[in-house]
């Protein structure tokens, strides 16, 4: 969860720097990345709180089953979104390079 929090931080200054050198708007994949983070952020607090407050264990161990599932993809749509601000920013530094 922190170092998602962090990334979440230092976004915007990323952003620009993309936009200055692409003159693409990235707003709607930045959107994308902070909703994700957001989401897997809410479901591990929200695992945490349920092994506390369900006192059946066999509810908690299903509950448990399917949030780690959620968090799972969450978390790999992040690294997805991580990827494509990767390929785009290293797209431009490659013509800045060559050409």
Same mark, same amino acid.
């Given at each position: 969860? *922190?170092?998602?929090?962090?990334?979440?931080?230092?976004?915007?200054?990323?952003?620009?720097?993309?936009?200055?050198?692409?003159?693409?708007?990235?707003?709607? *994949?930045?959107?994308?990345?902070?909703?994700?983070?957001? *989401?897997?952020?809410?479901?591990? *607090?929200?695992?945490?709180?349920?092994?506390?407050?369900?006192?059946?264990?066999?509810?908690?161990?299903?509950?448990?089953?399917?949030?780690?599932?959620?968090?799972?993809?969450?978390?790999?749509?992040?690294?997805?979104?991580?990827?494509?601000?990767?390929?785009?920013?290293?797209?431009?530094?490659?013509?800045?390079?060559?050409?």
């Amino acid at each position: 969860m *922190i170092p998602v929090l962090f990334i979440v931080a230092r976004l915007d200054p990323l952003l620009a720097a993309i936009e200055f050198d692409t003159g693409r708007d990235l707003s709607e *994949i930045a959107g994308l990345f902070i909703a994700l983070g957001i *989401i897997s952020s809410t479901l591990s *607090i929200f695992t945490v709180i349920v092994t506390f407050v369900i006192k059946n264990p066999k509810k908690v161990g299903k509950i448990l089953f399917f949030m780690a599932f959620a968090i799972l993809a969450s978390s790999v749509l992040i690294g997805v979104v991580g990827v494509v601000f990767i390929l785009i920013s290293s797209k431009n530094a490659y013509k800045k390079r060559h050409y």
